[in-house]
């Protein structure tokens, strides 16, 4: 190969949705060769949900589908066409083309969504596909989507939301792709499912007869066949070696070397004549086209002010007059590019005759391009010409329109192309990518981007560069992060005191306060309730929100209510207003669905916390619903909330469903999240929820090796010297988990203590649903304590406060003993208490030997019941002899029954079947 033929590859990009030129969204017109054999084949394959045609570059895919899409749009069908580009990678980018292409063809789609953050008119693609299938299912006819050059989408974002598009396309939608390799499409999946006709570059070569149309519609003089034949075997039906092949004979018609050194790789082979030609060519064309391969895209314009050449708008119709790889964009022919090999080929060429050009062509291109809106493919130029300073300052003007317009990941893809120490010279640029950091749950690095923009601030500000407004609103935004890392890590008392810091200036007059700050203002609103919670101050949980969505009003968006019923929900839930919990978490849920599309990462941001509340309520099939569709989805961006609340409710369900292993899987898994990214609220509820299913599970033994590994037994856990006032829900949770292990050890007094002392204290708080839980642990304690009075005036008032807010599964998912001191109520009260006799409805009837109370059960057991006497108690329970109990735990018969005598001492109960009764009903054993 020669050093002349080697390409460049080109440096990494990303794009921007910007408006589609004309030509990606055009049924081409060229005038092409008929393949008769192809198109009957298509024909036949009419009905098929996709038609993919894979081969290398140059096999007339793109060609085969023109005359497809015509013979359809002749038969009045809808034909969408799309010629992918590097920017499509983003699926935003890839769904908006689409909406370009179809309203190209007169299929309006609905724009839904906030435009106040930015320009674009969907919150997500999710929401882009979603209304494209609503529009097409109300069409009448087929739809042809064709979609040119895939390849460049592959094994990228975009070809999860081509997927989702084929997934969900309706009836009469055919889906006609090429590509030159992998498309990321699932097509094992697709296969097996519907029909695809794949087209590989066997099947698309040309054959014989098809060169010889071919060559002889090209070429000025005819073509023996025995030429054709020796043309069609050496390029094996590669069309554009074949088509290589003819512009070399028109170029030089006498010359008969040229079919002789026709052979070899067919790399070698293109590179060789596109050498050729290139030579051939006036010194005037072989610069511009030198000079203009640098621009993916080049306008009469741009070339004017970047390649310092004159009349670049004759030399672009030359060049398209001699057929040389250039590619109309648009129909009015503003814009063109070359095909990339060709483009490839020059580059190499330029590089290799005058490479100090190169770089004042990409800061002029740059320079011109931000100047007329195109920000991002400024960015890619800068980057190309390695002006790695002149690309920060592009992007770093621009990061915060582009991140809040959603191209988040766009922008963090720009700054992974920037050196670390030059985006430290950039706080703007640094707290955008804090703030996309943060939604990834990465908060180690989003700390340290802060601490490093709040440097680099009070250096600007010092030095001047920044006038006061600018860096009031880099304070503010400085803050809020703050806040935000806070409240991820469960800092309460932290973000509870920045955020009213903050909010303080919320009392100043509007014209004061920082440019754009509402949406901030809204989310510190939201912040403060969540720390003012999770510290059981429920006394302002209206107000706060009322605030927060006065001030997103003002911001000019709604997708943020999704976010305040995500805080707000839980909240109430807390307090007991389930009903008004449902209604704002139903309506998040239906938000974010509208605005983001199903299955998007908004919708988890209240999901699980509704999939939490439907659970409680006993509405088991809506809350499977909701965990199936947001638990997969929920680590992509969030509130802890939504976490704990997932993963906790999907473990619930699998307990229920009594797949035991997936569900503490499910709690290893969720432990394991948390960890990794310092989630000490997540961490520490699922451990306590854990720790609960284990007891309850009875392996005693188990959960106490479990708790101190975990350090569930470690500090906060004994309120002495602590004000009421500082407790958090965390601290509950450890003291609900503390008063369990407490029981199991046999240490009811400590136990019953700690219960008394968070019951007092949640219920002065109004913490409803917190209250009812620690009245059933107190019923509990006391049941095991044999106080069965005291047991049963607790648990009734746990049903009080539960009924008017329906939380049903607090009581079905404890087991024994409280099931038994509940149907043993309902038998009492009869039908004077309705809810009662609901939660009776959904238990186990009693066995007939625990229908009448034994006098007994008011007994307190005497000692602690350990592992291997649970264990052989359970098989006793299974009706098992000691002797088989012993070969089945490799244990003699005498010693099993010295562990039965252990157990009969310390229940005070001598009879076998009364033992066993006896402890299930305390939920000792299974």
């Given at each position: 190969?020669?050093?002349?033929?080697?390409?460049?590859?080109?440096?990494?990009?990303?794009?921007?949705?910007?408006?589609?030129?004309?030509?990606?969204?055009?049924?081409?017109?060229?005038?092409?060769?008929?393949?008769?054999?192809?198109?009957?084949?298509?024909?036949?394959?009419?009905?098929?949900?996709?038609?993919?045609?894979?081969?290398?570059?140059?096999?007339?895919?793109?060609?085969?589908?023109?005359?497809?899409?015509?013979?359809?749009?002749?038969?009045?069908?809808?034909?969408?066409?799309?010629?992918?580009?590097?920017?499509?990678?983003?699926?935003?980018?890839?769904?908006?083309?689409?909406?370009?292409?179809?309203?190209?063809?007169?299929?309006?789609?609905?724009?839904?969504?906030?435009?106040?953050?930015?320009?674009?008119?969907?919150?997500?693609?999710?929401?882009?596909?979603?209304?494209?299938?609503?529009?097409?299912?109300?069409?009448?006819?087929?739809?042809?989507?064709?979609?040119?050059?895939?390849?460049?989408?592959?094994?990228?974002?975009?070809?999860?939301?081509?997927?989702?598009?084929?997934?969900?396309?309706?009836?009469?939608?055919?889906?006609?792709?090429?590509?030159?390799?992998?498309?990321?499409?699932?097509?094992?999946?697709?296969?097996?499912?519907?029909?695809?006709?794949?087209?590989?570059?066997?099947?698309?070569?040309?054959?014989?007869?098809?060169?010889?149309?071919?060559?002889?519609?090209?070429?000025?003089?005819?073509?023996?066949?025995?030429?054709?034949?020796?043309?069609?075997?050496?390029?094996?039906?590669?069309?554009?070696?074949?088509?290589?092949?003819?512009?070399?004979?028109?170029?030089?018609?006498?010359?008969?070397?040229?079919?002789?050194?026709?052979?070899?790789?067919?790399?070698?082979?293109?590179?060789?004549?596109?050498?050729?030609?290139?030579?051939?060519?006036?010194?005037?064309?072989?610069?511009?086209?030198?000079?203009?391969?640098?621009?993916?895209?080049?306008?009469?314009?741009?070339?004017?002010?970047?390649?310092?050449?004159?009349?670049?708008?004759?030399?672009?119709?030359?060049?398209?007059?001699?057929?040389?790889?250039?590619?109309?964009?648009?129909?009015?022919?503003?814009?063109?590019?070359?095909?990339?090999?060709?483009?490839?080929?020059?580059?190499?060429?330029?590089?290799?005759?005058?490479?100090?050009?190169?770089?004042?062509?990409?800061?002029?291109?740059?320079?011109?391009?931000?100047?007329?809106?195109?920000?991002?493919?400024?960015?890619?130029?800068?980057?190309?010409?390695?002006?790695?300073?002149?690309?920060?300052?592009?992007?770093?003007?621009?990061?915060?329109?582009?991140?809040?317009?959603?191209?988040?990941?766009?922008v963090q893809k720009m700054a992974e192309l920037l050196p670390p120490h030059l985006q430290t010279l950039f706080p703007r640029l640094m707290l955008v990518l804090a703030w996309r950091l943060l939604a990834q749950w990465r908060v180690d690095e989003a700390k340290g981007l802060v601490d490093i923009a709040?440097?680099?601030?009070?250096?600007?500000?010092?030095?001047?560069?920044?006038?006061?407004?600018?860096?009031?609103?880099?304070?503010?935004?400085?803050?809020?992060?703050?806040?935000?890392?806070?409240?991820?890590?469960?800092?309460?008392?932290?973000?509870?005191?920045?955020?009213?810091?903050?909010?303080?200036?919320?009392?100043?007059?509007?014209?004061?306060?920082?440019?754009?700050?509402?949406?901030?203002?809204?989310?510190?609103?939201?912040?403060?309730?969540?720390?003012?919670?999770?510290?059981?101050?429920?006394?302002?949980?209206?107000?706060?929100?009322?605030?927060?969505?006065?001030?997103?009003?003002?911001?000019?968006?709604?997708?943020?209510?999704?976010?305040?019923?995500?805080?707000?929900?839980?909240?109430?839930?807390?307090?007991?207003?389930?009903?008004?919990?449902?209604?704002?978490?139903?309506?998040?849920?239906?938000?974010?669905?509208?605005?983001?599309?199903?299955?998007?990462?908004?919708?988890?941001?209240?999901?699980?916390?509704?999939?939490?509340?439907?659970?409680?309520?006993?509405?088991?099939?809506?809350?499977?619903?909701?965990?199936?569709?947001?638990?997969?989805?929920?680590?992509?961006?969030?509130?802890?909330?939504?976490?704990?609340?997932?993963?906790?409710?999907?473990?619930?369900?699998?307990?229920?469903?009594?797949?035991?292993?997936?569900?503490?899987?499910?709690?290893?898994?969720?432990?394991?999240?948390?960890?990794?990214?310092?989630?000490?609220?997540?961490?520490?509820?699922?451990?306590?929820?854990?720790?609960?299913?284990?007891?309850?599970?009875?392996?005693?033994?188990?959960?106490?090796?479990?708790?101190?590994?975990?350090?569930?037994?470690?500090?906060?856990?004994?309120?002495?010297?602590?004000?009421?006032?500082?407790?958090?829900?965390?601290?509950?949770?450890?003291?609900?988990?503390?008063?369990?292990?407490?029981?199991?050890?046999?240490?009811?007094?400590?136990?019953?203590?700690?219960?008394?002392?968070?019951?007092?204290?949640?219920?002065?708080?109004?913490?409803?649903?917190?209250?009812?839980?620690?009245?059933?642990?107190?019923?509990?304690?006391?049941?095991?304590?044999?106080?069965?009075?005291?047991?049963?005036?607790?648990?009734?008032?746990?049903?009080?406060?539960?009924?008017?807010?329906?939380?049903?599964?607090?009581?079905?998912?404890?087991?024994?003993?409280?099931?038994?001191?509940?149907?043993?109520?309902?038998?009492?009260?009869?039908?004077?208490?309705?809810?009662?006799?609901?939660?009776?409805?959904?238990?186990?009837?009693?066995?007939?030997?625990?229908?009448?109370?034994?006098?007994?059960?008011?007994?307190?057991?005497?000692?602690?019941?350990?592992?291997?006497?649970?264990?052989?108690?359970?098989?006793?329970?299974?009706?098992?002899?000691?002797?088989?109990?012993?070969?089945?735990?490799?244990?003699?018969?005498?010693?099993?029954?010295?562990?039965?005598?252990?157990?009969?001492?310390?229940?005070?109960?001598?009879?076998?079947?009364?033992?066993?009764?006896?402890?299930?009903?305390?939920?000792?054993?299974?």
């Amino acid at each position: 190969m020669s050093k002349a033929a080697v390409a460049i590859m080109p440096e990494p990009r990303v794009q921007e949705t910007v408006p589609y030129p004309e030509s990606t969204i055009r049924l081409p017109q060229q005038k092409l060769i008929e393949r008769p054999r192809l198109a009957r084949l298509l024909e036949a394959h009419d009905a098929d949900l996709i038609v993919l045609l894979r081969a290398p570059a140059g096999y007339g895919k793109t060609a085969l589908l023109q005359q497809r899409a015509h013979a359809c749009q002749r038969n009045g069908d809808i034909v969408a066409w799309m010629t992918l580009e590097r920017r499509d990678a983003d699926p935003m980018s890839f769904a908006m083309h689409l909406v370009a292409a179809l309203e190209k063809q007169g299929v309006a789609i609905e724009q839904r969504g906030p435009d106040t953050m930015g320009n674009m008119g969907f919150y997500s693609w999710q929401a882009v596909v979603q209304q494209i299938c609503l529009r097409l299912s109300e069409t009448r006819g087929h739809c042809r989507i064709v979609i040119d050059d895939a390849h460049i989408v592959a094994l990228t974002p975009a070809a999860e939301c081509l997927d989702l598009l084929i997934r969900e396309a309706p009836e009469g939608v055919q889906f006609l792709i090429s590509t030159r390799g992998e498309t990321g499409l699932p097509l094992g999946h697709i296969r097996a499912h519907r029909e695809i006709l794949e087209l590989d570059m066997q099947m698309l070569r040309f054959l014989e007869d098809e060169t010889q149309d071919y060559l002889i519609s090209r070429s000025s003089r005819a073509i023996p066949q025995d030429q054709v034949r020796l043309v069609q075997n050496r390029s094996e039906g590669w069309i554009v070696g074949i088509k290589l092949f003819s512009m070399a004979v028109d170029l030089e018609p006498e010359n008969e070397r040229i079919l002789e050194s026709f052979s070899g790789e067919r790399r070698q082979i293109a590179e060789f004549f596109v050498e050729d030609v290139f030579s051939r060519l006036s010194d005037d064309l072989q610069e511009f086209l030198l000079r203009s391969s640098l621009l993916d895209r080049f306008c009469p314009a741009l070339c004017d002010a970047v390649l310092e050449l004159g009349d670049c708008a004759g030399l672009i119709e030359r060049c398209e007059t001699a057929g040389l790889f250039v590619q109309p964009l648009d129909e009015a022919g503003a814009w063109y590019r070359y095909h990339q090999l060709f483009a490839g080929f020059l580059r190499r060429q330029l590089h290799d005759r005058a490479p100090d050009v190169v770089a004042g062509i990409y800061h002029r291109a740059a320079q011109w391009l931000d100047d007329n809106g195109d920000h991002v493919e400024a960015f890619n130029c800068a980057i190309s010409g390695r002006d790695m300073l002149f690309a920060a300052e592009i992007l770093d003007r621009h990061c915060e329109t582009m991140f809040s317009s959603g191209l988040q990941p766009t922008v963090q893809k720009m700054a992974e192309l920037l050196p670390p120490h030059l985006q430290t010279l950039f706080p703007r640029l640094m707290l955008v990518l804090a703030w996309r950091l943060l939604a990834q749950w990465r908060v180690d690095e989003a700390k340290g981007l802060v601490d490093i923009a709040q440097r680099r601030l009070t250096e600007m500000e010092r030095s001047g560069e920044l006038d006061a407004q600018t860096i009031a609103h880099l304070r503010f935004s400085v803050a809020h992060r703050e806040c935000q890392i806070a409240q991820t890590l469960y800092q309460v008392d932290r973000l509870e005191s920045l955020s009213s810091s903050v909010l303080g200036q919320s009392a100043l007059p509007q014209e004061s306060q920082p440019s754009g700050s509402h949406y901030l203002m809204s989310s510190l609103y939201n912040s403060l309730q969540y720390a003012q919670r999770e510290q059981f101050r429920l006394s302002k949980v209206d107000r706060l929100d009322a605030l927060a969505r006065d001030y997103l009003v003002r911001s000019g968006t709604t997708h943020g209510l999704v976010f305040i019923a995500g805080i707000t929900g839980p909240s109430l839930m807390l307090m007991g207003q389930t009903a008004r919990a449902r209604e704002m978490l139903e309506e998040g849920v239906r938000l974010a669905t509208e605005v983001a599309g199903r299955g998007a990462p908004l919708g988890t941001i209240v999901g699980p916390s509704l999939a939490a509340l439907c659970y409680e309520c006993n509405e088991l099939d809506r809350a499977r619903e909701l965990v199936a569709e947001h638990v997969p989805h929920m680590t992509t961006a969030g509130l802890t909330d939504q976490l704990l609340n997932g993963w906790i409710t999907q473990a619930r369900l699998q307990l229920l469903d009594g797949e035991v292993d997936a569900c503490l899987e499910t709690l290893e898994n969720a432990a394991r999240f948390a960890s990794r990214h310092e989630l000490d609220r997540l961490r520490v509820g699922v451990y306590a929820e854990h720790l609960r299913i284990l007891l309850k599970l009875g392996r005693p033994d188990d959960a106490a090796r479990f708790a101190r590994r975990r350090g569930l037994v470690r500090g906060r856990t004994d309120g002495a010297g602590r004000k009421p006032t500082s407790f958090t829900m965390l601290d509950g949770v450890v003291a609900q988990a503390n008063c369990r292990l407490m029981a199991a050890d046999d240490r009811f007094g400590e136990a019953l203590a700690l219960a008394r002392q968070w019951r007092s204290f949640v219920t002065s708080a109004q913490a409803v649903h917190a209250a009812v839980e620690w009245d059933i642990l107190l019923a509990e304690l006391l049941l095991m304590s044999g106080e069965r009075l005291a047991a049963r005036r607790a648990l009734s008032q746990a049903l009080e406060k539960a009924a008017p807010c329906r939380l049903l599964r607090r009581f079905l998912d404890e087991g024994e003993p409280i099931s038994g001191l509940l149907h043993q109520m309902a038998q009492a009260e009869g039908d004077q208490n309705p809810f009662l006799a609901e939660l009776v409805s959904h238990l186990e009837p009693l066995a007939p030997t625990e229908e009448f109370e034994d006098e007994q059960d008011d007994m307190a057991i005497c000692g602690k019941i350990n592992g291997r006497e649970i264990e052989i108690l359970t098989l006793v329970s299974s009706g098992m002899l000691n002797r088989q109990i012993g070969e089945q735990l490799g244990l003699t018969e005498g010693t099993v029954k010295w562990y039965l005598q252990q157990v009969y001492d310390k229940v005070g109960i001598r009879n076998r079947k009364l033992v066993v009764s006896r402890l299930r009903r305390l939920g000792l054993i299974p």
